[in-house]
C-alpha cells in the first residue's frame, strides 16, 4: 500500500523522527514495541530474519530499487514515499540513504534459550556507545561468536544507530540480557553451564590471547569492558583467568570494538 507524503509532520511519520528510543522500546507495553532499520542492506536484514513489518519510508526516487522488497509486505504494512527534502527535514540530517522501515520489536531471549549449544559468547560489560555495540556485533557474527550476554546497564542492540552500524548483524546472532546479581550471577551461570570465563584486561600474569590452551576450551565466555576503564575490578575476580592482546611500542590498549574483533578472530574465527 503505497500513500505518498508532503508534509513532515504528517503524524504517521511520528515513529521516524518524533519518538525517542524510550518510546520505541515501550516497556510499559512490550508487544507494541518498535525497533528502525535505517538503509536497504538492514531493512532486508530485518525482514530476511523474520521481523514483523510495521510501515516503510522511502525516498521516492528508491521506489523502482525496493519493489522486490516491497512486494514480499503483507498487503496492509503502508510504505510512504517521501521527496529527498521531506526526509531530510523530517529526520534533521541525510544519513538514511533515503531508506527506513519500522518493525515489531522481537520477544527478548532468555538467557537459556541463546547459551544452548553455543561455545563462544562474548559478555559485555558497561558497554553505553551505540557505535562500539553495533561494531561488537557485527565483528561477532564475522567472526564465528555464538551468542552474545549483556550486563545491566549495557546500550540497546536495538536502537537505530547500533543496528545500523551492525549492518543488521545485531539481528544475527543471539544475544541476551543477564540479570542482577553481577558479575557473580553471570559467572554462576555460565560455570553451571561448563563455560571457561575469561577477562580481557590489563592484569599481572594474564594469557596471551594466543595461548593454546584458550582455543583448546570447549566452551570459553570471553568478558568485556566499557569504553573508558574496562572490566570493573570485580568482574575481573569473578572470571577464571585475565587475557591480554599483545602489543608493541608502549601502546596498553585498544578501542573496545576493536579489542573485541581481534579476540573473537583469535577464540572463535579460526575455527
Known sequence: MIIRVDDPQDEHLDVYARLTEHQLRNRLEPSRAVMIAESRLVIEAALGCGMTPLSMLLDERHLGSMTGVIDGLPDEVPVYLATRDVMSHLTGFAVTRGYLCALRRPTPAPVAQVLDGARRVAVLEGIVDVTNMGAIFRSAAALGIDAVLLAPGCADPLSRRTLRVSMGCVLKVPWARLERPWPTGATGLLHAQGFTCAALALRDGATRLDDPHLAEQERIALFL????????????????????????????SLNVAAAAAIAFWELGGRR
Open 225 to 252: 569492558g566499557t569504553e573508558g576503564t574496562g572490566l570493573t575490578d570485580v568482574a575481573i575476580e569473578a572470571c577464571d583467568e585475565s587475557v591480554i592482546i599483545p602489543m608493541a611500542h608502549n601502546v596498553d
